[in-house]
């Protein structure tokens, strides 16, 4: 007797597989430390645009059991959103944009002060930017110029008003 897998179970396992073997020297090939800092250095300027907090998080493949389990990006980005405090901010503007490179997605995820003034069409054209250009093999550029098409957007909505602290890194994080 010959028994069949279901499709189902097989794009799961194909799926964790591709996480799995995604590590983390697919991120410091995609992201190197010129990259990391061009990211740092766009995070800091732009902050003095706005009053809004923005968190980088690149993440080159879930764990197998996740990707098993179909978590998908925009959950992921929300439990990385909480677990690095994106959302205690003073003015509960704090922004965090999710890459999965083995997913070849990104995510962002606002705090709810910034989430009810952004159209979903404003964060699909910056998650665009920088989709469009990975796929390119273009981390660098695409990174930078969706950063600065956020940075752009906070400074319309949220100008900044004087000094005021940091409230969160502005270094990019590879888990």
Not at 21 to 39: C, H, N, Q, S, V
Request: net charge positive.
């Amino acid at each position: 007797m010959t028994t069949t897998l279901p499709a189902s179970f097989l794009a799961r396992c194909k799926r964790a597989w591709c996480h799995a073997t995604t590590g983390t020297a697919a991120g410091k090939r995609a992201f190197p430390p010129a990259t990391l800092e061009a990211i740092a250095q766009a995070i800091t300027q732009g902050e003095q645009r706005h009053r809004a907090e923005i968190r980088l998080i690149v993440e080159p493949g879930l764990d197998a059991r996740a990707a098993f389990n179909n978590t998908t990006n925009r959950q992921r980005a929300r439990a990385l959103f909480a677990q690095y405090g994106v959302w205690d901010t003073e003015e509960n503007c704090g922004v965090l944009i999710y890459i999965n490179l083995a997913a070849r997605e990104v995510d962002i995820v606002a705090d709810r002060h910034v989430g009810r003034q952004v159209a979903d069409a404003e964060w699909q054209t910056i998650c665009r930017t920088m989709t469009s250009g990975f796929a390119q093999g273009d981390y660098h550029a695409s990174t930078l110029s969706a950063l600065e098409q956020l940075n752009t957007l906070l400074a319309r909505l949220y100008p900044a008003n004087g000094a005021r602290p940091n409230q969160l890194p502005n270094d990019a994080v590879i888990l």
